[in-house]
């Protein structure tokens, strides 16, 4: 059974169209959500860690959010340099990542 | 920062031969480093964790005696893949931490063909 399951798989937006990503965990010890980019070809990029339920973390265009039950990664009117993979990963006691499949991301300018 | 090197970035070699890739820390000591594994389109599926001084910890279906891993120091850990066959032609990362509490910070991966 997965742990960490993300929606969409694939998301097309026009520049300056906002939307979310969401990423849902069945994990019971959460010590950590990650979200992290990926470029093709290139290992991921560390964006935020959340660690409880209400925490929020910004970054320029991206905003991240957690419940006791998902995350989610808002895109604030994406700009075509923004088109990438983005993962989620919960970290359990053991410190160990899972990931999710991910979401691609295009942003057409 | 958190810079994470691997290198090479690339391999292509017969059906076969054994294929070392390196991963270091480069600018903070890291106990522990991890490898991943990545199909097309796939998520990253944990191999092993490597511990400076100490053997490495597979996952469940990963080939020890396949996948060798040695952690030397606390900025260097490797990957020989032992006998390489066209299955095992993927997309390797390394990635490492400050702590256990830290994010992990990646490397740049490797591809890794077989013909």
């Known amino acids: 059974e997965d742990q960490v399951t993300q929606s969409p798989e694939a998301l097309r937006l026009q520049e300056g169209e906002s939307s979310s990503l969401n990423c849902s965990y069945t994990?019971?010890?959460?010590?950590?959500l990650f979200w992290y980019r990926q470029d093709p070809g290139k290992g991921p990029e560390f964006l935020f860690t959340?660690?409880?339920a209400g925490e929020e973390k910004e970054k320029e265009r991206l905003k991240a959010t957690l419940t006791k039950k998902e995350s989610f990664l808002h895109i604030t009117a994406p700009k075509p340099e923004d088109s990438a993979t983005y993962l989620c990963?919960?970290?359990?006691?053991?410190?160990?990542?899972?990931f999710g499949a991910g979401t691609t991301v295009t942003v057409r300018a | 920062g958190a810079v994470v090197s691997q290198h090479p970035s690339r391999v292509i070699c017969k059906s076969g031969t054994s294929v070392k890739i390196e991963c270091r820390s480069l600018d903070f000591q890291a106990t522990t480093m991890f490898w991943y594994r990545q199909f097309p389109k796939q998520s990253l599926m944990l191999m092993a964790t490597s511990n400076e001084g100490s053997k490495a910890t597979y996952e469940q279906g990963v080939e020890k005696d396949k996948f060798l891993i040695n952690h030397a120091s606390l900025t260097l850990s490797t990957l020989t893949v032992t006998s390489a066959h066209p299955e095992d032609s993927s997309f390797y990362i390394c990635?490492?931490?400050?702590?256990?509490?830290?994010?992990?910070?990646f490397g740049d991966g490797t591809r890794l063909s077989i013909l």
């Open positions: 959340l660690y409880s």
């Open positions: 994990v019971s010890g959460l010590r950590g």
């Open positions: 990635s490492a931490h400050k702590g256990s509490a830290q994010p992990q910070h």
């Open positions: 990963a919960v970290q359990e006691d053991d410190y160990k990542l899972s």
